[in-house]
Nanobody, 126 residues
C-alpha cells in the first residue's frame, strides 16, 4: 500500500514552468506504476502522463506531449511532473495516482489506479 502526496502547485504565468512532486509512503513504491491526472472546474478528470514501475516507459496525453515530462526516483519514493510552456488551459487540480503492478502496460484510465493523492492546484494566468 502507498499513499501519494502531491506538492509543487501554484500560480504562474503562461509560458512559465512548474515541477510537481508526488511523494508516496510505503515500502513497495517501486512495484507501482504512477500517473498524473488533472481536473479543471466543471470538467471530468483527464489523463496527463504515466510512467512504469521501473521508469523505462512513459506515455503522455496529446495535449501535453512535448511540454510535460514525467519521471520517478524509486530511491526517494517520488514521481515528478515537469511542466514547461504552461498554458491557461493547463490550469487544474493535478492528482497523482498509483497503480500496483510491474508491467509495461500504460495505464491511462483513472479507474485503474489503486491509490490517489489529495491533489495540488495549478493556475496559469494569461
Amino acid at each position: 500500500q502507498v499513499q501519494p502526496v502531491e506538492s509543487g502547485g501554484g500560480l504562474v504565468q503562461a509560458g512559465d514552468s512548474l515541477r510537481l512532486s508526488c511523494a508516496a509512503s510505503g515500502r513497495t513504491f517501486s512495484s507501482y506504476a504512477m500517473g498524473w491526472f488533472r481536473q479543471a472546474p466543471g470538467k471530468e478528470r483527464e489523463f496527463v502522463a504515466t510512467i512504469t514501475w521501473s521508469g523505462d516507459s512513459t506515455y503522455y496525453a496529446d495535449s501535453v506531449k512535448g511540454r510535460f515530462t514525467i519521471s520517478r526516483d524509486n530511491a526517494k519514493n517520488t514521481v515528478y511532473l515537469q511542466m514547461n510552456s504552461l498554458k491557461p488551459e493547463d490550469s487544474a487540480v493535478y492528482y497523482c495516482g498509483a497503480k500496483y503492478g510491474r508491467s509495461s502496460i500504460r495505464w491511462v484510465a483513472g479507474s485503474e489506479y489503486d491509490y490517489w493523492g489529495q491533489g495540488t492546484q495549478v493556475t496559469v494566468s494569461s
